[in-house]
């Protein structure tokens, strides 16, 4: 209901009531006029309840996306400061896009999500996207042998596939 036609209803109720006042009291007009009150109670009740679910769901997703954003703002620093560098030093690069990796994957690991899909572990196709199969007696049935991009996930809910290649 509108919040313009509960207005409506409001008005209606309170007409009657006042009407009722004047005349004298039928007892069913009484729990009539009585009903419509708790109804539109009950009315205005429920979308206000309705108005603030949505509200605190708003922000709820506002606080996760901020949260994120805020674990994984220091390693966009860090890759501005190894972009600014002008320097010709390979092995100093390497070690910053390492530690620079090594920062992003811990503030993913305080969001709660974690890296999968290793060499040697066992198929899941839950968990694994199985892009290429091979043929190999010296490896176990479904274990895979590459990974071509690690699947993650957030406590049991996958976020991405791992893309793997098996053994048959």
Request: glycine share 4%.
């Amino acid at each position: 209901m509108s919040k313009k036609k509960a207005e409506e209803v409001k008005e209606e109720v309170k007409e009657e009531i006042k009407q009722d006042d004047t005349q004298e009291e039928n007892p069913l007009e009484k729990e009539l006029a009585d009903t419509k009150e708790q109804l539109l109670r009950v009315t205005a009740e429920y979308a206000n309840f309705r108005k603030r679910s949505e509200k605190e769901k708003s922000e709820s997703f506002n606080f996760a996306i901020a949260k994120a954003v805020g674990e994984i703002l220091s390693t966009i620093d860090n890759m501005e400061r190894a972009l600014s560098n002008e320097q010709e030093d390979y092995d100093g690069l390497k070690k910053g896009v390492q530690m620079t990796y090594d920062g992003l994957m811990a503030s993913l690991e305080k969001l709660g999500v974690t890296a999968y899909g290793e060499v040697g572990e066992q198929f899941d196709p839950n968990f694994h996207n199985a892009v290429m199969h091979i043929e190999d007696d010296s490896l176990e049935a479904n274990v895979i042998t590459d990974v071509f991009q690690k699947g993650y996930k957030i406590n049991d809910k996958v976020v991405r596939p791992a893309m793997v290649k098996t053994a048959n």
